[in-house]
């Protein structure tokens, strides 16, 4: 039996796991803490551990895993900026999730897009408390609309296909564009320059970190609406708030934010919230906040679990897996092995 510590649990991620782990050999371990230097200890003695986006693995994390005989790090999500790839490299080897519900985020940058411009959350409000005004609410058409999808991967597809569904205008940038594909990709700047609405689907790397900045913000349509459902640094929040507050951006509906770590996932509602800058992005009329909750549907759920347990089985039984991170850059899709043997 391969024993397993399971790191942030919640409530939710549970079930699907206590369904696949036992019955393909795995025995999890849950631990509501998050994997920190402090806490790293608690693995001492396991086969592996199981992570989330708000981990923190860094070098002092991945030597005391190390030491204490841990072979894998599972992260059970796609992104993996909180991860050191290279210095695991030589000590620990790291797998990730890569797609587990494209449907369920690009369904939910949607449903906020509609419940920011149609003003839904507000009318919920008001109709709790029995006013009927209609005063306030008034939204505008997606039809017609052009929309900027920043990052074309599965999820950024999906939501191009759910946007054509509206009747708008697609605009997309990537840097590895998608081959044999009608969509209409132009360059950052023009992206900018265009869209009535923009939508981030990319990774957060050192090349995409606060892409949406000052000078970003500068060059967009006044009244843009911004919407973040992927990591919350591709957005610097000082600059977007100054861009709200000066008008140019009309609305921003953000799933993710970059100093989230400690704040989202966890019940903060008899507490003051110190980061001010999230503060005050609450209290705006104009901004819709969720916390991280875009990939959290059953289907996911189910997938990420699926996906996390075949990683273990993978990497265990036959020495290698496909969804193995690439130690020297941190991307499988630059990796010039074959995705069969380990990376080290």
């Known amino acids: 039996m391969l024993r397993f510590a399971f790191f942030d649990t919640k409530a939710y991620d549970k079930p699907a796991f206590e369904k696949y782990g036992p019955k393909n050999g795995i025995e999890f371990k849950f631990f509501e803490t998050k994997l920190t230097p402090d806490t790293a200890s608690l693995a001492h ?7 989330f986006v708000n981990d ?42 890569p797609a587990y519900s494209p449907y369920a985020v690009a369904e939910h940058a949607m449903a906020m897009l509609l419940t920011s411009v149609r003003r839904v959350h507000k009318a919920y409000n008001r109709t709790k408390d029995h006013n009927f005004s209609l005063s306030g609410l008034t939204g505008f058409d997606l039809h017609g609309k052009t929309v900027g999808v920043v990052g074309t991967g599965k999820i950024g597809r999906i939501f191009i296909d759910i946007c054509r569904g509206f009747g708008m205008r697609v605009l997309a940038y990537d840097k590895f564009p998608a081959k044999d594909t009608d969509i209409q990709y132009v360059s950052l700047e023009a992206l900018f320059e265009e869209s009535d609405i923009i939508s981030l689907h990319c990774p957060l790397t050192e090349e995409t970190r606060h892409m949406i900045g000052e000078e970003s913000i500068a060059a967009m349509k006044k009244g843009v609406v911004l919407v973040n459902t992927s990591r919350g640094g591709l957005v610097d929040s000082k600059a977007l708030l100054e861009g709200i507050k000066s008008r140019k951006i009309g609305a921003a509906c953000i799933d993710v934010y970059e100093e989230e770590a400690d704040i989202f996932f966890e019940d903060r509602s008899g507490h003051i919230i110190d980061d001010d800058t999230l503060a005050r992005l609450i209290s705006m009329p ?9 990939f959290l549907t059953e289907e996911a759920l189910e997938n990420i679990a699926e996906t996390t ?24 899709d630059s990796c010039k092995k074959h995705r069969v043997n380990r990376c080290f």
């Open 45 to 51: 003695g396991f086969d592996g551990v199981c992570v």
């Open 56 to 97: 923190r693995i860094d070098s002092a994390v991945i030597d005391s895993l190390a030491e204490g005989g841990v072979k894998l790090i599972a992260l059970r999500c796609a992104g993996y900026n909180n991860v050191d790839v290279p210095y695991a490299f030589g000590r620990i080897h790291v797998v990730h999730v």
């Open 286 to 294: 104009n901004v819709l906040v969720t916390s991280h909750q875009a």
């Open 309 to 332: 347990v075949g990683n273990i089985l993978g990497f265990f039984a036959n020495g290698g897996h496909e969804n193995e991170l690439c130690y020297r850059c941190g991307n499988t």
